[in-house]
């Protein structure tokens, strides 16, 4: 398998992290988003979306979408439930992960390491915060009588919301105001095997 | 069953679909997110994230997501794949849905459809318009060759796509550049049984 990725991505970051846990093989290509590499004619064939991750099988098939990736590659694991509901309450954490979570907290985090300080993007910033901690204050709010997102063990649900909550700082949020998050992170970043978001 | 929803939505308007053509009985309670129905305490103890539409089961389990309940919904019928890479790929398009589509059509459709002529939110119409001509282009690609979304017949993915782009003209966009997405749109349409986005 061969996955198209970005370093610095959170998105990138979720298929590394479940891939590392399977003990899968792959190649890594690393395309540069800032430079447009995500954009050519060469991977807009691959990926009409043009965005990364993307992991390309070894038929040629190419399956982009983090937590379709998450949820292909989890098929059989541990990290994938075989109860229905279970499956659905996980698919439906990982929407909220894409809704509500990735597009105020990974933003965020975006502007603040990647745009200039005059940015006109900046102005972005107060109403990203406020969406980002309402859906913070969701997560605070679920963990309240439960370890993990979906049953009682790590699942694809929780390592899609922890990619970018665990950087959450990097996009100007403070997680101190949310206990029940910081002990589930803390959780999550104990399942063994684990590694950084930039690993390669 | 019981689905908490509201008619002009979209996202209601996949799940009332599907249980329409799965010929699954339910209960419709309506609530006017245009007057903070979603927001109400009885209404967060359900769902956490105060949105609908949010699907109640039997056991008073609450599963919110529109495409968390489709998939939910769909297991085991003929709009949902076995085959695990199939499977995937419905939830890739699912998840360009909800990032991709869904936060750029649905949102101009609502400002056009409730908020005053003079209201500030206006504003987002040229961005919003061309994030959503970005989505319906990568969906016009796509369908180059291809009758559905996912292999050879209707499926869930085609049932999510289908809800927004449908009514895309009333956010403003026009299909008439998009003669793949249009012939599609048929295709969808003439899947038997079949009811309008404002059916209860």
């Known amino acids: 398998m061969r996955l198209y990725d970005f370093l610095d991505s ?10 590392h846990k399977l003990g899968s093989p792959y190649d890594r ?29 070894d038929d ?6 983090s937590n379709a990736i998450l949820v292909y590659l989890a098929e059989g694991s541990r990290f994938l439930p075989q109860d229905r509901l279970a499956r659905a ?3 439906q ?27 006109p993007r900046r102005a972005e ?7 980002g901690n309402a859906a913070l204050g969701v997560m605070e709010r679920h963990l309240e009588s439960r370890q993990y997102f979906v049953g009682d063990q790590l699942s694809v649900a929780d390592i899609a919301l922890y990619a970018y909550t665990h950087v959450a700082d990097q996009g100007g949020f403070d997680l101190s105001g949310y206990p029940n998050v910081q002990a589930w992170l803390a959780r999550v970043a104990s399942d063994s095997p684990h590694i950084p978001i930039t690993a390669g």
Chains 1, 2 share one sequence.
């Not at 910033?125 to 969406?131: F, G, I, S």
């Open 10 to 19: 959170g998105n990138g970051y979720k298929a590394r992290l479940l891939l």
């Open 93 to 119: 954490w990982m929407f909220f992960e894409q809704y509500n979570h990735e597009p105020s907290i990974a933003v965020a985090r975006y502007i603040l390491r990647h745009t200039p300080d005059g940015s």
């Open 29 to 57: 290509i690393e395309l540069d988003i800032l430079e447009g590499e995500t954009r050519t004619e060469a991977f807009l064939a691959k990926n009409p979306n043009g965005r990364v991750p993307a992991l390309e099988l």
């Open 89 to 91: 309450q996980c698919l």
């Open 60 to 65: 040629g098939t190419v399956l982009p979408e």
């Open 125 to 131: 910033l107060p109403t990203l915060a406020e969406k």
